[in-house]
């Protein structure tokens, strides 16, 4: 196998690193198409070059290894690659959660293989556990946490007592979060992933801008407090599930008490649960960020090609599920800044109402729908936790 | 797909619901092969026979289930079926840790797949991540906690105070285990497990009697004592590992720190933690007892013959790893009743010595090939426990 790569980044180089030491897998880089080309780099020039079309056009190479940043220029690079037949192996999560009817289609045209294992949750497998293992299974619900820099963040508020401000200062300083960590933070990465698990635990497309999301940029100190009197630590959840043919899905942040499985996923570990009839409960916890953990996917994947593996999307279409949010009531920690900001009339219950000079909040059950589109929800001072 | 049954106890009658509710999977039971014919079945008596012939020399079944007790006569069965070209699905670990280089051979010559995904820790698809998914990986060590009843027995003492004889009985009562327990009890369950996963993470057929395992039999409530003293749990834990082309393992009771992954690994359900110097940690949970669990397994490995799935073995040779235990120390904590009964030139180091009337304990290093052959440990009163 003759492998292209585009991007080369720390996953890049720990790829190009493994691939020298591991014995098992018979797979040589030929080229890497980079943006800059006068950066030192720890491999020899003429390997690199700046035209994609050295990696697409070279009909040596059989599988293409898109690691790039940037979703635009990814999709391209991807398509691109598939249209001419080539197995492509992926980890933007970002472009293939808004892609993916157009490369499920490509995919089916062309007969090429498109593993993107390291897009979900870095080390997990979780796409291929979905695709091959739970098959058939009676699957309920999948969720989890599926975002290191933000469990970073919240580990550290609940370890060690730091404010949201330093937790996301020391995430930055120390690999875990961007410059500009709005993706993670503000809850659009695990939705992204949750987006792309959708079809494969449900067999259904669903567009990000679909799945309510809110991250954990608005957390002060008088939730963390509110938390800790419970109980309880944070976690940022992502969720979906399905009920007789419906499937809905969302990603919030939820209070989990003392003691329940995801207090003990720490750091940038990630977990995913599955649910079904039949197995019951399945976890897999494994480094959901980090170079290291998205190469390992990343190998898999390559490694799978060499056996012709292949996605095959068996939900899709199998159950005749759909994405439908009508009907999900969820219960919620809602706190504001003044009298009124929140609708009430948007909840069908409070079960609590609390207010001081410090701060107000309400606990109440909302349908999933009502939230979603609630202009109350844009308002800074305001912030929502799941409360189960 | 037309499948022939032998067994019909609770997982295969779950297999007999589960495959009328489930859409996805297209396979039915033809016939059903049984020791009691006059039993009460909820399922109409033209799918029994009490022959063995009447499944694996009809050439409309393609598929054998068998899900029977007996380990010889389910070697019969299986290699009988193998041999006639059929495919194959069984969890008798028991028989497979033992037959597995026959049964490796008899696929290899046949052709015909065998799956036995239920064989190791029910639900939790260990096999064929390990198959697919950790194919090319760096990996370094499995272990985890592989038997179910020993937990559900250790969870009771230590969260509700039961003596190893009450928490047995209430294991016993509740279904979890078996009226003669030894296997579970005394550690040869998952050593089994182990000896199979050997194969399928590391490449090397391993007999069971070559492995080192101790079950918690010799509990008593000094060592529950002294566990809780050093702030810790009990937990069975089997492990193999490879350090450069050597692969060793055991199976062993261990000290769990309180705050410990394995700790929150309760009742029946089990873990295998996978290390790999790419991926690192990843941690796998779920129901390893019970028969919806052992069902999923066994309706997940049908599902993936409908794709022409089988075990390619791929680490069988691949690294040039052999099954040596020399060189692997140990720390173990052993209780014993008189002085001079545990031979302490045995040990390369002992760090702590304890005599009083009520007990007698040591803890220190000890070669594993050492601790496996000495004679003091077969003496009821002498316990060993890991002290990692």
Redesign the interface.
């Known amino acids: 196998m003759k492998l292209g790569l585009f991007g080369f980044g720390c996953v890049g180089q ?1 790829l190009w690193k ?1 691939l020298h ?5 018979r797979a040589d880089i030929k080229r890497i198409c980079i943006k800059h080309p006068d950066k030192q780099r720890p491999v020899p020039t003429h390997f690199f070059t700046t035209h994609a079309a050295d990696i697409l056009d070279d009909p040596e190479i059989d599988v293409v290894v898109e690691l790039i940043d940037d979703a635009e220029a990814a999709f391209e690079i991807v398509s691109g690659a598939l249209s001419r037949g080539k197995a492509v192996v992926s980890a933007n999560k970002k472009m293939i959660a808004h892609r993916l009817p157009e490369l499920y289609a490509l995919q089916q045209k062309t007969g090429a293989p498109f593993l993107y294992e390291g897009a979900c949750c870095a ?3 979780i796409i ?2 979905l695709e ?7 699957l309920t619900s999948v969720e989890g946490i599926f975002n290191g820099t933000t469990n970073v963040i919240l580990t550290k508020i609940f370890e060690e007592n730091l404010s949201f401000g330093e937790a996301l200062k020391f995430a930055q300083a120390n690999g875990f979060a961007e410059s500009d960590p709005t993706l993670d933070v503000e809850g659009f990465d695990p939705k992204f992933k949750l987006c792309i698990l959708l079809l494969h635990a449900f067999g259904v497309f669903v567009q990000p801008e679909k799945v309510l999301h809110f991250g954990i940029h608005r957390l002060n100190d008088f939730d963390i407090e509110f938390a800790r009197s419970r109980g309880s630590v944070l976690k940022l959840v992502a969720r979906c599930f399905r009920e007789n043919d419906k499937v809905a899905a969302y990603c919030l942040p939820r209070f989990v008490q003392k ?1 329940h ?1 995801y207090e ?1 996923v720490r750091h940038e570990y990630n977990a995913v649960t599955l649910e ?1 009839g ?10 959901g960020a980090g170079d ?2 998205t ?3 990343v ?2 994947d390559i ?2 090609l060499h ?1 012709q ?1 292949k996605y ?1 999307y ?2 899709f279409g ?2 005749g599920t759909f994405f439908d949010t009508k009907g999900t009531l969820l219960t919620v920690y809602v706190r504001h800044e003044h009298e009124g900001q929140v609708t009430e009339s948007d909840f069908s219950e409070i079960t609590e109402r609390y207010a001081s000079n410090k701060a107000k909040y309400l606990v109440g059950k909302i349908q999933l729908e009502k939230l979603q589109t609630a202009a109350w929800l844009r308002e800074p001072g305001v912030n929502v936790i799941e409360y189960v």
Request: proline letters at 4%; aromatic letters at 12%.
């Open positions: 720990g493994v030491e591991t014995k098992g897998i080390s997990i497998p291929r556990n091959e293992y739970y098959d058939n299974d009676l003691g499985r003990g079904s039949f197995s019951e409960r399945q976890v897999f916890v494994g480094k290291k953990p190469g390992c996917a190998l898999s490694s799978a056996y593996y095959e068996r939900k199998q159950n």
